[in-house]
Structures are given as structure tokens and as C-alpha cells.
């Protein structure tokens, strides 16, 4: 079911929260205006931002030495700022918060900058 289950999720419920191996904070908030099925809702939120998030992360850091090498560390710091405002919106604080320390590692001068576009990651429509 691998890669299909994003479109498995928006077919039918998903799995119960008893069968879900994730971290707590991956969970993120349930949305208590569901009488039922939040678990359903959590299944199906999980897959799309967390993967995403995650994805995003597994491409540049692919291309880490590239990017540092033909970009300089300011566009490293730019992707981990995005990558973090994807897991900030996942509900994924501990790696937000991994991936702004490393925003600040890449680009140590311009924290007001990093911490700003963060926060309008998060209130975007990513």
C-alpha cells in the first residue's frame, strides 16, 4: 500500500489510533468538531503534511553539498526555514525545531529574518 495510501485514506477510514506508530506531536491537534472518526481525519492529515514535510527535507538534503557549493549556506538556511514551517504545520515541533537550529547554523546573522519567514510559512497555505 505503499504510495497509495494518501488516496486509500480519502477512500475509506484509515486506521484506529491504537494501530498508528507515530510520535504524539506528529499527531497534532484533533479537530474536536468531529463527533466521530477523528482518527480518520488524523490518518488522512498525517500522510499529506507530514510526508510532505519530510519530503521536502529528504530532497535538499540530497543535494546539501550542491546547494552549499553553487548557493552559498543562505539558501541552505532558506530550505531548512521552509522544512520547518512544513513540520511546524504538521504538528511536528521537535523537527521544526531541528530544522530552524539548523537555519540558524547556515545563516547565524539573521535570526529576526529566519524566525519572520517561518512564521509566515505557518500561516500560509503551504
Not at 494501530?19 to 481525519?41: C, F, H, M, N, R
Not at 512544513?86 to 524566525?115: M, Q, T, V, W
Request: net charge positive; with cysteine; aromatic share 12%.
Amino acid at each position: 500500500m505503499q504510495g497509495q495510501i494518501y488516496k486509500e485514506l480519502l477512500r475509506k477510514p484509515g486506521p484506529m489510533f491504537q494501530g498508528l506508530l507515530v510520535s504524539k506531536e506528529a499527531l497534532g491537534p484533533l479537530d474536536e468538531t468531529i463527533v466521530s472518526y477523528q482518527e480518520w481525519d488524523t490518518a488522512i492529515r498525517l500522510p499529506n503534511l507530514r510526508g510532505a514535510a519530510e519530503g521536502y527535507e529528504q530532497v535538499f538534503t540530497k543535494h546539501l553539498w550542491s546547494i552549499f557549493r553553487f548557493l552559498g549556506p543562505n539558501a541552505l538556511a532558506w530550505h531548512y526555514q521552509t522544512a520547518a514551517g512544513l513540520y511546524f504545520k504538521a504538528g511536528d515541533e521537535n523537527n521544526a525545531h531541528r530544522c530552524l537550529r539548523r537555519a540558524f547554523l547556515f545563516s547565524p546573522f539573521r535570526p529576526k529574518i529566519i524566525l519572520s519567514r517561518v512564521q509566515r510559512l505557518i500561516r500560509s497555505n503551504i
